[in-house]
């Protein structure tokens, strides 16, 4: 038992560790000129996000999210 528990802290601070990096890899919500000039720039990404990287850093942030909040159970229970 005590194994498990030193794998899965292992894994939960990797995921700590990723998600720590994912999140502040974003942009913020008024990054660059998309601020400042809500215009047809804006329309276009808009349409492509999902395919973007920051769509892509979106997704990846949920899946470390729910896999921090899985673990934490986990090692709350162990």
Do not use: F, H, K, R
């Given at each position: 038992m005590d194994i498990l528990k030193v794998l899965v802290s292992i894994v939960y601070v990797i995921v700590?560790?990723?998600?720590?990096?994912v999140v502040l890899m974003q942009e913020g919500k008024s990054a660059g000129l998309s601020g400042a000039i809500n215009g047809v720039a804006d329309t276009y990404w808009g349409k492509n996000k999902g395919r973007s990287m920051e769509g892509a850093l979106v997704k990846i942030t949920r899946a470390l999210a729910a896999a921090f909040?899985?673990?934490s159970v986990?090692?709350?229970i162990i």
């Open positions: 700590c560790i990723a998600l720590v990096v909040i899985v673990l986990v090692l709350n």
